[in-house]
């Protein structure tokens, strides 16, 4: 097969950008492709077209649009990035993951005014190795989708130039609401700290915005530390992710302000009144495991699913169940202030009853759920995955206004 | 970010517990049609309300009068639970042993809340009878009573509206099957119920 006429005709378009493009050189590399590697020649001709574009930095012969921009790719902002898409693009690295396996020359997060995208580097692509902090110039990016989330690939074909000066870079927070898949920031505060499910887990919890909640976790890394609970954070780069089909925030690789103001935290406010119809099993005084950041609830054998036999578990108070307005059934939950408040029956009585009665801990059940069971009381507190976490019970009084209204309303229509 | 904005999925809760609906013993007793939701054997048994709503679960608080053990090998309990409009025929039995030990402990009379779940019987001589099976049974006191009654009149009464209006479904069930019920009955045992109260 012959190649000369091919590679004279690459040759010429170089040669009418003004490049010095030897033909007796892309006939070769034509042959290779061709005869080596069986490809075809219009497949070849493009490729080596390609190759030669970057070798001279110049834009892609044909390739580019009439309006003159930029070469094959566009350059883009990051949050108008689309997956399938070649970019140019200029950010910051904002932070740099451990690469997931040895494919991966260099994972992490870039960012620009507009948002943030991960970024992936191959470890065939030799691309120079950048650092956290430093402002790059990343030509001819793919972005592509993994996991639903879009993300930028570093390529052999990327051209990386470090952009010596430091530009201002604020990100600025979304609600909570409006955040989707991929690297989002938020300012929110720390409604919750749950009980740990994994080993590798180093905190897990809620964060509340005005505008919602979402679940978020860290995993145990050196360096890594929890955030205080009710405290207020400017999160920035955290990895959305979804889990269960909810959303859930990765910290790790995040960038983590503590805030001073405090900002009012949505869901904070629900109220319900009604009448507590069940009390479920497993309310009243129980005992959780004293592993630090563990905090399960123990079974009646002092045995926690994750650090076995503890036999000096702590003792608290509970309740869970249900409260009945009459059209809806609200799931609630009780935690140790608001089951005393509600009882009357403080941890330390609870204590005393369940080690001095024959029942035992079945006891204070007992004598919490006959103090409560059928009563209406208002429950206030924070709703979450439709159970109420209450923060303040209490015990509903007859209105005599509420009577006269009904009354009326009883005579009015009659 | 590049992915296209998508509405927050949230799980929705996997179980809907069925609400115990407020209605008076007076109500209660007018009750003869009772259904099952759906195929399944497990499908939830509904009794329809002549005010034209369906209930699985109800909750309601009153006297209870009397209560007398029964049977030997199948022991149960049966109650009278009276509110300002009538009476409540409750039974808990080995399948609600722990209802039934509450109910046990109870010295009558005494103010109770009850969560049940009602049907309708059959007795030898043709009559139809609702009782309800008693989930949980615990003594409270008359503020507690006097709120269910208070509670009980206003969704009666909105039960009332709602069926007048015809818009629900069971509203439109409810006419068919009682088709000779006045609703307007309800209404004024809401209000005389509601004036047995003191101010």
Known sequence: MDFSEAAARISRKFVKDGTAADP???????????????????????????ELSREYNIPLPGAAPAGGKGGGTEEKKIAAMTPGEWVTLEGKVVALSAPASAAIGQSGIIADESGAIRFVAWAKANAPVMNEGSWYRIESAVVDEYKGVANLKIHSGTKISEIGEDRALIPTPVAIKDLHLGIGGIRAKVVQEWDASHERMLQSGLLGDETGSIKFVIWKEPGREKLAVNGVYS????????????????????????????????????????????????????????????????????YCP?????????????????????????????????VEALTGISLAKAQEIAENNPLGMDEVFIQMRDAVLGRYVTCKGREIDNRLLVNSCEQKKFDSSEHVRLLNKAGGAA | MS????????????????????????????????????????????????????CNRIFLVGTLTEKTRQGEQNMFYRGRVVDPTGTFFIMAGSYQPEAMQQLARIETPAFVAVVGKPSLYQKPDGAVMVSVRVESITTVD??????????????????????????????????????????????????????????
């Open chain 1, 235 to 302: 999160i920035f780069y955290a990895q959305v992710d979804e889990f269960n089909g909810r959303l859930s925030l990765n910290l790790n690789g995040a960038t983590i302000l503590p805030e001073e103001a405090d900002i009012p935290v949505s869901g904070g406010d629900a109220a319900y009144t009604g009448a507590l119809v069940h009390i479920a099993p497993g309310s009243g005084i129980i005992k959780r495991c004293p592993v630090e950041g563990c905090n399960r609830a123990l079974s009646r054998q002092n």
């Open chain 2, 142 to 199: 008359k503020d507690t009573r006097d709120i269910w009654v208070l509670d009980t009149a206003e969704r009666t009464l909105d039960r009332i509206a709602a069926a007048k209006a015809g818009t629900t479904k069971d509203a439109a069930t409810a006419k068919e099957q009682y088709p000779t019920v006045d609703t307007a009955v309800f209404h004024r045992m809401a209000s005389d119920a509601l004036a047995q109260i003191k101010m």
């Open chain 1, 306 to 338: 994750v650090h076995e036999i503890q036999p000096k578990f702590v003792y608290d108070l509970r309740i869970k169940g249900w409260l009945d307005d009459g059209t809806k059934t609200h799931s609630i939950l009780l935690q140790r202030e608001a």
């Open chain 1, 24 to 50: 007796v050189k892309i006939e070769g590399k034509l042959k290779r492709l061709v005869q080596e590697f069986g490809v075809q020649l219009s497949e070849a001709e493009r490729s080596v077209i390609t």
């Open chain 2, 3 to 54: 992915t296209p904005s998508r509405d927050m999925p949230r799980r929705e809760g996997s179980f809907e517990r069925e609400p115990a609906r407020r209605v008076f013993a007076g109500e209660l007793r007018e009750c003869r049609y009772q259904f099952k939701d759906g195929e399944d054997e497990k499908s939830p048994t509904f009794v329809l309300l002549p005010t034209g709503e369906r």
